[in-house]
């Protein structure tokens, strides 16, 4: 940076401005980022496709056909501690739409969660939106409603310093609409930057956790 600076000093002032333009339109490494996660921050989960695989045209119904990504559980165990919450938000029509019951829903996550303390991790909460995306009161993600109810249930969730991990365009939008650090989680991360509500991307949830952690 210093040698950038220097360079500028000596450009006219045209030219000194054009190239701050241009450093500011660089992509902040995400090393900067983590560096600056400390034990105030909070982390939201999207859940089908970041911590279990998705069942494709369908739902995951029962805890049996629940399906960990690799080193998902590990991650969330990993990154425990790291972040004061972990909150799970998820978009669960498959209610709404007569394919499971509310109690199974919350059976699955229950699971989900001894599972994830079986190995020395912490889920804080998990919320979820059965709406179906046709009911126009419906508060599924992109929408805030979740990300604002979990701000009203803990103390102390500041959405400046919050990151909103997701494998959908909905999820970087719903971490976008409430002001959070973007993360895209897919098999393209370089695809993945392309859609401008995304800061950053990785193939996996460990493959984010393992930046967290190099930084810290
Ligand atoms: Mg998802």
């Avoid at 921050?41 to 999207?46: E, H, I, P, R, S």
């Avoid at 369908?58 to 805890?63: E, P």
């Avoid at 938000?89 to 969660?113: A, R, S, W, Y």
């Amino acid at each position: 940076m210093a040698y950038f600076e220097l360079r500028a000093a000596s450009y006219p002032v045209t030219e000194r401005l054009l190239l701050l333009a241009y450093l500011c339109s660089m992509p902040v490494p995400f090393a900067d980022l983590a560096s600056r996660i400390d034990p105030t921050w909070t982390l939201f989960l999207d859940r089908d496709g970041v911590l279990n695989k998705h069942r494709p045209d369908d739902y995951v119904k029962n805890w049996d056909e629940w399906e960990w990504i690799p080193g998902s559980a590990a991650a969330i165990a990993r990154l425990t501690g790291h972040f004061r919450y972990l909150i799970v938000i998820t978009n669960q029509q498959g209610v709404g739409k007569g394919l499971m019951t509310e109690q199974d829903l919350v059976h699955i996550h229950t699971q989900m969660e001894l599972s994830v303390r079986g190995i020395g991790g912490e889920l804080d909460a998990v919320y979820f939106c059965s709406d179906l995306s046709s009911d126009p009161e419906h508060q599924r993600k992109p929408r805030p409603d979740m990300g604002l109810a979990a701000q009203q249930d803990f103390e102390g969730i500041d959405f400046a310093r919050s990151i909103m991990v997701g494998d959908s365009s909905s999820d970087m939008e719903f971490g976008r609409n409430l002001g959070m650090t973007t993360v895209r989680i897919g098999p393209d991360p370089e695809g993945a930057l392309q859609n401008p509500h995304t800061d950053f991307a990785f193939r996996t949830l460990a493959e984010f956790a393992d930046a967290v952690l190099a930084a810290s």
